[in-house]
């Protein structure tokens, strides 16, 4: 093992005579600075491989001795050591590396949610049960996902009226998913039955400006202030039409693996969660907009 992460450390050029220097059981608070400093570089490598567990816990393993035969037991015991010592002196070089795994582990999972995005464009941006802003036949597509209780998802409503108003060329498509509880789950329900009489944005405007307490009154005086026909509001909400889109909007949002709400998705370049500013929206659809 201790060959391969020389090797990985060193790119086959000419290596350390790392059994020699371990034999003399170098201390390490006299190391000289080139072989603490390659001894550092050498750590970000190998925890970034998933290499410094097995050296720290396994080194007595039979994968280890098949890899490390020529070496004596207290000969690997010291590089355990001057292992250990190096991260106790220098700790950043853990945290690094355990940032840089996070880091990989973002990137290939937004990468794998751009993937199916492009899939399947038409379900996220085709649907016929979600509201348009903006232009219907503009061709620069945005998604967002967004919970009508979540305070972030209420406060950017004005930045997207700006951003639409900005912008002629855009279409953006808000997909309404309770996952804030039970409150949520009335709320979209009563957003996609004001759909159902054409007035999906003043009904959801008033409902989500309204700070009083939720339930059914608080989305009957809404719908009122809204001039839809209450009674059948509340009749729709319980709708398969209602729960079926509520139903697929949600399966989307767990296909991208969504954590929070609002959540945007600009065309199939990037996904952008949390109340991110209008400037930051603005910038996006510049970028989706200078490659087309």
Request: with cysteine; hydrophobic share 45%.
């Amino acid at each position: 093992m201790v060959f391969l992460w020389i090797n990985l450390l060193y790119g086959g050029q000419q290596q350390p005579n790392l059994a020699v220097m371990t034999a003399r059981a170098i201390p390490f608070q006299f190391m000289d600075k080139d072989t603490m400093q390659n001894l550092k570089s050498f750590f970000r490598l190998t925890v970034s491989a998933g290499a410094l567990a097995t050296a720290l816990f396994c080194a007595d393993s039979a994968p280890v001795r098949a890899a490390d035969s020529s070496f004596t037991p207290a000969q690997r015991a010291e590089i355990v050591n001057i292992m250990r010592n190096a991260l106790k002196t220098d700790p950043t070089i853990l945290s690094d590396a355990i940032a840089s795994l996070q880091n990989q582990a973002a990137a290939q999972k937004n990468a794998s949610a751009l993937d199916l995005v492009r899939h399947n464009k038409p379900l996220f941006g085709g649907s016929s049960t979600d509201v348009v802003l903006g232009n219907p036949q503009g061709s620069l597509n945005v998604v967002e996902f967004y919970d009508p209780r979540c305070p972030y998802c209420r406060k950017v409503l004005d930045d997207l009226d700006a951003l639409v108003a900005a912008e002629p060329d855009l279409r953006l498509v808000e997909k309404v998913i309770p996952v804030l509880g039970a409150n949520s789950t009335l709320d979209a329900q009563a957003i996609m039955a004001a759909g159902l009489q054409g007035k999906y944005i003043p009904f959801q405007k008033i409902l989500m400006a309204d700070s009083s307490a939720p339930g059914m009154d608080r989305i009957r005086n809404a719908a009122h202030q809204a001039g839809l026909d209450t009674d059948k509001l509340v009749k729709d909400m319980k709708s398969s039409a209602v729960t079926t889109a509520l139903a697929k909007n949600v399966a989307l949002a767990r296909s991208i693996n969504l954590e929070g709400t609002p959540t945007f998705i600009i065309g199939d370049q990037a996904i952008i969660p949390g109340a991110v500013s209008l400037s930051e929206l603005k910038t996006a659809v510049d970028k989706l907009k200078s490659s087309h």
